[in-house]
């Protein structure tokens, strides 16, 4: 049975992971049979919205905690997850991948990646292990590759502004529809829209679970 | 096209509703080509628990903001619905059900339900309009439907002493497998375990889509 990480990053598409496109990457998995073994870093929110009326709250809460709702408790210490471990790793978007797994969110093509993002994602490019990047997430990855040399073709869908700064850090953007993906399969990265440009659960789901099997199949 | 209220009851299935089955209902009924109306009480949690550590914490959350994350901030106030402006309604299960919508986690068959989700719950039912109910739901459902002097079939799985309290209440449990569910005919009241015995996402789904198809049907 294929191992899967998945990296959280919080819970709530304004400050966290985007809930719908976590669940569904873990539903696809699932069906697919293999393992998903969910991890988030243990840090503090870049910040906290309030998702009924989209405003920022004063309170603080942690990425790892708050990931851990999406896993049902069953998550991991992102440091504690080797490349050695897993078949494949898997990055659901969400404001959450912008703002505390990276500082794209705030700094675009300038912006700093979680140390153990970059070391897990670092790994997995090195060992020629898959990587799956939902949504805003493949910005977070753009930089990473960016960093290594790497040229990647990769999607966030049609919005002109996160394409150009992706390619600004090294990426290949091409435009994608939401039932599809787009696969690199000389590094192994496939990319997927979701509600970058999806208007429901259904649409982002077919995406997702193209995703989820290229990643199985190049694992 | 179809309208189903999905009513909600926190985000996170240790103080609220249990993510997976929300966005599994959510998915299911926009495969269906029906659409969901999100709606939760404006209420403080009960509790808020740490899901890392499964520990209770000293913060305060709201049902309705919590909820929102699930629903990508388009949630309403379970208030402001009405049976007339729906087609169906269904409840995801999680603690937040049995702690939020009523007190069946601390007081068992002589628990109190909310009464926004007593007052749609019976305009509903006095409309012949259909309930679905998931997990630990049912055992809410039981309560109200008991108090109205109806005897539904209702399934919460296999747990006897759930089976017994909801018996207590006024329903006629039925065991039940995680991939299949409990259809009530003459109520027009659907019931699956879900989490109550899966262990993952895709036999959950298997019997939200099961239980949502016939919701659908009897609307």
């Not at 992971?17 to 840090?43: F, M, N, R, W, Y």
């Not at 069953?74 to 997850?81: A, G, P, Q, R």
Request: overall charge neutral; proline content about 4%; hydrophobic content about 45%.
């Amino acid at each position: 049975m294929k191992k899967i990480a998945v990296c959280l990053s919080g819970c709530g598409f304004l400050d966290g992971a985007e809930i719908h496109e976590s669940v569904l990457t873990l539903l696809a998995i699932d069906q697919a049979g293999a393992k998903a073994v969910c991890c988030a870093p243990d840090v503090a929110q870049a910040g906290v919205v309030n998702h009924a009326t989209q405003k920022p709250e004063s309170t603080q809460r942690n990425v790892l905690v708050e990931s851990a709702r999406i896993a049902r408790g069953e998550i991991k210490n992102l440091k504690d997850i080797r490349a050695s471990e897993v078949d494949a790793l898997v990055f659901p978007g969400g404001f959450g991948a912008a703002k505390n797994l990276c500082t794209f969110a705030s700094e675009g093509a300038n912006c700093s990646v979680n140390s153990e993002v970059e070391r897990l994602a670092g790994e997995m490019l090195a060992a020629k292990k898959p990587i799956g990047a939902i949504c805003i997430a493949p910005a977070m990855l753009a930089r990473i590759v960016g960093r290594k040399d790497l040229h990647p073709k990769m999607t966030i869908g049609t919005d002109r502004a996160t394409a150009a700064a992706m390619n600004q850090m090294g990426a290949m953007h091409c435009d994608c529809a939401v039932t599809e993906m787009v696969v690199d399969e000389q590094h192994k990265i496939v990319t997927t829209p979701a509600y970058m440009t999806g208007k429901g659960p259904a649409e982002v789901f077919e995406g997702i679970r193209k995703l989820v099997a290229e990643v199985i199949r190049l694992a």
